[in-house]
């Protein structure tokens, strides 16, 4: 299968959104709300549109992975600007197909070659370790309350870039939703039924465990 990785236009916002929904729905809870973060960050002061891409197969978007700056803070109060991704939206029937493979090391490439240093995300190990990703305890990158969630990956695109200080991750107030709003703004969508998932509960887990 041949993919395509680009920039995302304007014109492409809805697909965009549209098939972030159909990636998230009921995956992490009932519904989803990373359709309104898609929405809400393209105009945040924290978005890198330069990291903004889409992959297509046949002509059609069938995937897209977005930046934001965020922050590391050492014991001496030092800030250096990192960056993070999230979500990675791939439709679910062109999933474990290569694609979001494709837009992750497309973008890691070119964020290298924007001179960035640092990556940190939440996400599953298993989803992020093949890409060079370490648990952020390895990189002595902690939360903002001095703990180190399972789900914080990093990654140093240069490396030895950290040193060793200890830090701790700032990421972007963009991912603080309104639920309110996100729930207004799915309104604009087709209804969809929300519904249980197992992936809900591993999520929830996943979410409260932190390493040692």
């Not at 069938?62 to 250096?80: D, H, P, S, T």
């Not at 497309?106 to 890409?131: D, E, T």
């Not at 979410?207 to 040692?212: M, P, R």
């Amino acid at each position: 299968m041949d993919i395509e990785i680009r920039r995302e236009r304007e014109d492409d916002y809805r697909k965009v959104e549209e098939l972030t929904r159909e990636a998230f729905w009921d995956i992490h809870f009932p519904g989803c709300d990373e359709h309104y973060l898609v929405h809400v960050l393209r105009s945040h002061p924290d978005f890198i549109p330069e990291l903004d891409y889409v992959a297509l197969v046949d002509g059609k978007i069938v995937g897209n992975i977005m930046y934001a700056k965020a922050f590391v803070e050492n014991e001496n109060g030092e800030r250096l600007e990192v960056i993070s991704f999230g979500p990675v939206s791939v439709l679910p029937s062109y999933q474990h197909k290569g694609v979001g493979t494709s837009l992750i090391q497309h973008s890691l490439r070119q964020a290298m070659n924007m001179g960035h240093k640092v990556v940190v995300i939440y996400g599953h190990p298993y989803n992020y370790c093949k890409y060079g990703f370490v648990g952020a305890k390895s990189l002595n990158i902690s939360d903002e309350n001095g703990r180190f969630p399972y789900s914080m990956l990093a990654i140093e695109i240069q490396k030895g870039f950290l040193n060793d200080h200890k830090w701790k991750f700032i990421p972007s107030r963009v991912y603080e939703l309104d639920a309110a709003e996100s729930e207004k703004f799915d309104k604009t969508f087709p209804k969809k039924e929300k519904g249980f998932k197992p992936s809900q509960e591993e999520f929830r887990i996943a979410c409260h465990a932190y390493v040692e």
